[in-house]
């Protein structure tokens, strides 16, 4: 099935300070969605986006659907991004397949 | 105004007893999901369903039993409770189910199920 990675597993930033999460999937996809995981426990959508760019606020996301990668971009980081971030692809048979997450922590 | 709801939110019982969990949603979405996340934060489908009719059974044990009564509700019941069963378990809507943009999917707040 496909297989989706996700990088890096742990990142630590201090408040306003920029960073860059990867997805890479090995199949190619038509959905994909960014979640972020806050600290109690709610998973909220940030992105759906299977090809392209799109941009909300200070995060923003690329898909390069060619290369089989994804990318979240978050700008000035606050403490309040911190948090699980993850990815996650559609399968040929509908089932989305979640990445193991890049868990954030955002320092004051 | 919750789009995706789920009751209870936390659910502590002993091994061997049987419970459920609610789900609703007021998207107005065809299709529902049931995930479940480990203690490695790892998640993972288990069920979905499209117009109160099962699609997706991911091999989960037959004693996790969904049940839609309308397109609204899903809900999971799960009978002689293990310690494994131990999880956060996410319900989960989309408008239809597809490969394309109406599937883009919304979750709810989590049940937390502890198996003492």
């Known amino acids: 099935g496909i297989q989706v990675e996700q990088s890096p597993p742990d990142l630590i930033l201090q408040e306003g300070a920029n960073s860059t999460l990867r997805c890479n999937f090995s199949?190619?996809?038509?959905?994909l969605q960014w979640f972020h995981q806050n600290p109690w426990g709610q998973l909220i959508n940030l992105f759906y986006?299977?090809?392209g760019t799109k941009q909300n606020g200070r995060l923003s996301a690329t898909t390069v659907a060619t290369e089989r990668y994804s990318l979240l971009y978050i700008s000035s980081s606050q403490t309040t991004d911190s948090g699980v971030y993850f990815c996650?692809?559609?399968?040929?048979?509908?089932?989305?397949?979640f990445g193991s997450g890049t868990r954030l922590l955002v320092r004051p | 105004d919750t789009a995706v709801s789920q009751t209870p939110k936390y659910l502590v019982t002993q091994m061997g007893n049987d419970k459920s969990i609610k789900c609703e949603q007021n998207?107005?979405?065809?299709?529902m999901y049931w995930y479940k996340q480990d203690s490695k934060k790892f998640l993972k489908i288990m069920f979905s369903?499209?117009?109160?009719?099962?699609?997706i059974n991911e091999t989960v044990p037959n004693r996790f039993s969904p049940k839609s009564p309308d397109k609204a509700h899903l809900n999971l019941h799960i009978n002689s409770l293990e310690l494994g069963d131990s999880a956060v378990y996410f319900c989960?809507?989309?408008?239809?189910?597809?490969?394309?943009?109406?599937?883009?999917?919304?979750f709810g707040p989590g049940t937390r199920l502890t198996v003492l």
């Open positions: 989960a809507s989309s408008q239809v189910l597809s490969g394309g943009p109406y599937n883009e999917q919304f």
């Open positions: 199949d190619s996809v038509n959905n």
């Open positions: 986006i299977p090809s």
């Open positions: 996650a692809v559609m399968d040929s048979s509908y089932k989305l397949i």
């Open positions: 998207l107005g979405h065809d299709t």
């Open positions: 369903y499209n117009n109160k009719e099962l699609i």
